[in-house]
T-cell receptor
Framework: AQSVTQPDIHITVSEGASLELRCNYS??????LFWYVQSPGQGLQLLLK??????LVQGIKGFEAEFKRSQSSFNLRKPSVHWSDAAEYFC???????????FGPGTRLSVLP | KAGVTQTPRYLIKTRGQQVTLSCSPI?????VSWYQQTPGQGLQFLFE???????NKGNFPGRFSGRQFSNSRSEMNVSTLELGDSALYLC??????????????FGPGTRLTVL
C-alpha cells in the first residue's frame, strides 16, 4: 500500500518570501499525486494534481509542484507567499487503480507580516 | 452551483450512542466519499459511494457504515460511539469518482464530539 510523508509539521515564512513544502511518497509505480489546502474551519480545497505528462504542474493561487520520480517527491512551491496562504497543506496519493487514496499528515504554514 | 453541504455542522453525543451524518453533493455529482480527520491519525478515507453502491472502503471497523440515495445524497452512520470517534467528518463529491480525472470538492465537515 502506498504511503505519504510530509517531513515538516510546521513552517513559518515571512510574507513575500518563497515557499517549498515537501512531500515524499512510497508506491511501486507512479501514483496520482495531489496537494490540498485546508484553511481554519474550512473543508479541503484542491490546489493541483499530477497523474501524467509534464512533471511541473501549475495549480490555483499561484502554486506549483514538481514530480521527481527519482526522489519519490512531489514538492509544492510558491514564489511569493501572501498572508492568506496561512493554512494546513496536505499531500495525497492515489494508486493507479483508484482504490486507495491516502493523505499525508499535513504541514501547517504560518505567515509573518 | 451550490457546494457540498453537510449537516449537522456540530454534534455532541455520548459513548454507546449512534449518529447519522448527512452529505449533499454538488448537483450532478454521483460520487460521494467520506473522510475522518483527527489530530492523531490525520485524514483517513472511510468509504466512497457511486450510484448508490459502495465502491471503495477504507480500513475502519464495521461500526462505520454509509449509504447513498438515488439523488446522490449520502449518509454516514456510526454505531456504538467511542471516545476515539471524536473527529471532523468530511464529505467530498466528484462527478464520477475518479480522483485522477475529477476534482474532489469537499464540504465544510461535521464536527462530532463524543463524551
Amino acid at each position: 500500500a502506498q504511503s505519504v510523508t510530509q517531513p515538516d509539521i510546521h513552517i513559518t515564512v515571512s510574507e513575500g518570501a518563497s515557499l517549498e513544502l515537501r512531500c515524499n511518497y512510497s508506491y511501486g509505480a507512479t501514483p496520482y499525486l495531489f496537494w490540498y489546502v485546508q484553511s481554519p474551519g474550512q473543508g479541503l480545497q484542491l490546489l493541483l494534481k499530477y497523474f501524467s505528462g509534464d512533471t511541473l504542474v501549475q495549480g490555483i493561487k499561484g502554486f506549483e509542484a514538481e514530480f521527481k520520480r527519482s526522489q519519490s517527491s512531489f514538492n509544492l512551491r510558491k514564489p511569493s507567499v501572501h498572508w492568506s496562504d496561512a493554512a494546513e497543506y496536505f499531500c495525497a496519493v492515489e494508486d493507479n487503480y483508484g482504490q486507495n487514496f491516502v493523505f499525508g499528515p499535513g504541514t501547517r504554514l504560518s505567515v509573518l507580516p | 452551483k451550490a457546494g457540498v453541504t453537510q449537516t449537522p455542522r456540530y454534534l455532541i453525543k455520548t459513548r454507546g450512542q449512534q449518529v447519522t451524518l448527512s452529505c449533499s453533493p454538488i448537483s450532478g455529482h454521483r460520487s460521494v466519499s467520506w473522510y475522518q480527520q483527527t489530530p492523531g491519525q490525520g485524514l483517513q478515507f472511510l468509504f466512497e459511494y457511486f450510484s448508490e453502491t459502495q465502491r471503495n472502503k477504507g480500513n475502519f471497523p464495521g461500526r462505520f457504515s454509509g449509504r447513498q440515495f438515488s439523488n446522490s445524497r449520502s449518509e454516514m452512520n456510526v454505531s456504538t460511539l467511542e471516545l476515539g470517534d471524536s473527529a471532523l467528518y468530511l464529505c467530498a463529491s466528484t462527478p464520477s469518482g475518479g480522483h485522477s480525472t475529477d476534482t474532489q470538492y469537499f464540504g465544510p465537515g461535521t464536527r462530532l464530539t463524543v463524551l
